[in-house]
C-alpha cells in the first residue's frame, strides 16, 4: 500500500493550499481516510477523517469552518482543502487508510509520508 502526499509549501497567514493523497494497493473505496498533522515539539494529531462515501466526516475544533475534507473514489484520491490558514497550522501533514479511523484517535493501519505545511505570519 502506498499513498502520496502532495501539495504542501509556504504561505502566509490567511492564505489557502490544498493537499493531495493518491492511494494504491488497496481498495480505496472500502476505506476511510485521514489528514493528520504534527507540528514541531508537539505530538502527531488527527485534523480531519472522511468515510467511505463521504458522508461522515470529522473535524479538529482548531480547523472547522476552515479545512474541508473530501475524497474522489475513481481517482484513489483524498484532499484536503485549507482556507485562511494560521501560522498555528504549520506542521507536517499525513494521510493515513484504515477500515475505521476513530476520530481522533491518532492511529491507522497505513501511512504516507508527511507535506510539510509552513504558514507565515
Known amino acids: 500500500v502506498q499513498l502520496q502526499a502532495c501539495g504542501g509549501g509556504f504561505v502566509q497567514a490567511g492564505g489557502f493550499l490544498r493537499l493531495s493523497c493518491a492511494a494504491s494497493g488497496l481498495t480505496f473505496s472500502g476505506y476511510c481516510m485521514g489528514w493528520f498533522r504534527q507540528a514541531p515539539g508537539k505530538e502527531r494529531e488527527a485534523v480531519a477523517t472522511?468515510?467511505?462515501?463521504?458522508?461522515?466526516?470529522y473535524y479538529a475544533d482548531s480547523v472547522k469552518g476552515r479545512f474541508t475534507i473530501s475524497r474522489d473514489n475513481a481517482k484513489n484520491t483524498v484532499y484536503l482543502q485549507m482556507n485562511s490558514l494560521k501560522p498555528e497550522d504549520t506542521a507536517v501533514y499525513y494521510c493515513?487508510?484504515?477500515?475505521?479511523?476513530?476520530?481522533?484517535?491518532?492511529?491507522?493501519?497505513?501511512w504516507g509520508k508527511g507535506t510539510l505545511v509552513t504558514v507565515s505570519s
Open positions: 493515513a487508510a484504515d477500515k475505521v479511523l476513530l476520530f481522533p484517535a491518532n492511529r491507522a493501519h497505513y
Open positions: 472522511i468515510g467511505w462515501s463521504s458522508s461522515v466526516t
